[in-house]
T-cell receptor, first 111, second 118 residues
């Protein structure tokens, strides 16, 4: 059984650019949640996808968007990057209401 | 809105000793789950232990146990026989049950950094 994977591991972008982060969910999981973790903070919920539909969103602006594919993998897209978007981005997969298993994260640095 | 508070930014424990990490939360829900996650320097968030609010019995997982006080909205983690590998950031987290149309999101505290010394 493969765990949750994320790519890339690290990413450096400049202000105003766009970025796409990817997450492959664990086998059998149909739900993906994305979190942003700023340095020294706890993760903050961005949004959740269930069976390819958005199932709730946190307090993030519309330039944060996502997709979930038929194989339940997911993308997080961030447009018009700002310095404050520098963070660790975590995705977690689950089978609906069961436990969320986290990937290793993508470290995004915006210069 | 649900909030989770961890008032201990850092804790230290000697190897083989016991340490307790504190967490309080605020919610108006009656049905929810509480968790402790461990995040080592590798960054991967690892589930340590979970507690269902409707269960009065405190959860235990080997050396890890919780003290769940529902009325006081308190959820502390006790680590017994501490090991060097226990050194990490520990996050307390809360979520409501999953329903379609309502995110079953995890709400995290700010974390407690645990150091384990020889």
């Amino acid at each position: 059984e493969t765990g949750v994977t994320q790519s890339p591991t690290h990413l450096i972008k400049t202000r105003g650019q766009q970025v796409t982060l990817r997450c492959s969910s664990q086998s059998g999981h149909n739900t993906v949640s994305w979190y942003q973790q700023a340095l020294g903070q706890g993760p903050q919920f961005i949004f959740q996808y269930y069976r390819e539909e958005e199932n709730g969103r946190g307090n993030f602006p519309p330039r944060f968007s996502g997709l979930q594919f038929p194989n339940y993998s997911s993308e997080l897209n961030v447009n018009a990057l700002e310095l404050d978007d520098s963070a660790l981005y975590l995705c977690a997969s689950s089978e609906a209401g069961n436990e969320q298993f986290f990937g290793p994260g993508t470290r995004l640095t915006v210069l | 809105a649900q909030t989770v508070t961890q008032s201990q930014p850092e804790m230290s424990v000697q190897e083989a000793e016991t340490v307790t990490l504190s967490c309080t939360y605020d919610t108006s829900e009656s049905d929810y789950y509480l968790f402790w996650y461990k995040q080592p320097p590798s960054r991967q968030m690892i589930l340590v232990i979970r507690q269902e609010a409707y269960k009065q019995q405190n959860a235990t997982e080997n050396r890890f146990s919780v003290n769940f006080q529902k009325a006081a909205k308190s959820f502390s983690l006790k680590i017994s026989d501490s090991q060097l590998g226990d050194a990490a950031m520990y996050f307390c987290a809360y979520r409501i049950p999953f329903t379609v149309g309502t995110a079953s999101k995890l709400t995290f505290g700010t974390g407690t950094r645990l150091q384990v010394t020889l």
